[in-house]
């Protein structure tokens, strides 16, 4: 069957096991599996494949082997996710993908909704990720621009009072702290807000930017050491600055720029940029509930 290259490597427990879960419990599909070794190419949904490799395997490919597998299987750029780590995996319908896993007996589902952003499953595994299939909500320009606007006030009331100490506490030891959490999430904004100046000024213009990794960035940038009070007071005034251009100019929620494989409006990137915000928001109080600080 033809693939376009995996997104995401998962380290397995038992290889085995794990392929009988994920097929059985979840619904994937078994693509490949190598004739001898601990690895095995599934997908999860139509352009979403996932490599899967054992943890201390009994019987080890070949190194050369292993690694003809993950070139030909990966994709140059994919992530390769932590135990405790969320994966997300966006679907048309989260309901109807609650519903076919209740039918298989699935344990332990949870969801979540964000009104005007994103409908949430949460399904744990045997290797001890979390799959969230999102469903992204419709929302009205009037509601795009309140959910943004508020985003100022939420991240000052979820970090205040906390001292540097507490700042860098983490719900768990290797899991990022409410600094690293702060931080990413300004940064994801100072990158998407360079494509919402040009859809503003030039709106339907092709726009190409670099990817962007958040580990490299978290590493290369510090986050787990840097102050963050002067980036919250920019993430504020970024806020404010787009909020009144959007104010300001005719028709600006529904400008758009031409990415390589789709047209994103300013009311998508605006709507987007809350919603991330609002995640790692969320992610802050959890530490801060867990913690008692």
């Known amino acids: 069957m033809e693939h376009s290259g995996a997104r995401l490597l998962l380290q397995v427990d038992d290889l085995q096991a794990s392929i009988a879960f994920y097929t059985k ?3 994937w599909e078994l693509l490949e ?4 070794g601990p690895v095995a190419l599934l997908r999860i949904i139509i352009d979403y494949d996932v490599v899967l490799i054992q943890r201390n395997p009994s019987t080890q ?3 050369k082997e292993l690694e003809a597998h993950l070139s030909r299987w990966l994709q140059p750029k994919y992530s390769s996710p932590k135990a405790g780590d969320l994966i997300y ?17 699935c344990k332990g589902l949870r969801k979540e ?3 005007g952003h994103l409908h949430k499953l949460f399904v744990p595994d045997i290797d001890g990720y979390t799959f969230v299939y999102w469903e992204e909500l419709t929302a009205t320009n009037a509601e795009i621009i309140e959910m943004y606007a508020a985003g100022a006030d939420e991240l000052e009331s979820a970090i205040a009072g906390l001292t540097e100490n507490q700042l860098s506490l983490a ?17 994801l904004e100072l990158v998407t807000i360079h494509k919402v100046k040009f859809a503003l000024a030039e709106p339907g213009r092709a726009y190409q930017g670099n990817g962007f990794s958040q580990d490299d960035w978290s590493v290369g940038l510090d986050y787990h050491n840097r102050p963050i009070h002067a980036e919250v007071q920019l993430f504020r005034a970024l806020r404010q600055h787009i909020l009144g251009l959007c104010g300001h100019l005719p028709d600006a929620l529904e400008r758009t720029v031409i990415t390589k494989d789709r ?10 940029m809350a919603g991330h915000a609002k995640h790692h928001i969320r992610a ?10």
Do not use: F, T, Y
Request: glycine fraction near 6%; aromatic fraction near 2%; include cysteine.
């Open 284 to 293: 802050v109080q959890l530490i801060r509930e867990q913690r008692g600080c």
């Open 263 to 272: 047209e994103e409006s300013v009311a998508k990137l605006l709507k987007m």
């Open 113 to 115: 909704e964000n009104p």
């Open 89 to 105: 995996v966006g679907v048309s319908s989260v309901n109807a993908v609650e519903q076919n896993l209740q039918a298989k007996d």
């Open 33 to 36: 599996r190598a004739a001898s």
């Open 171 to 187: 719900q768990v030891p290797g899991k990022w702290s409410i600094r690293e959490q702060v931080l990413h999430l300004i940064d």
């Open 61 to 63: 490919l070949v190194p």
């Open 25 to 27: 419990q979840l619904g």
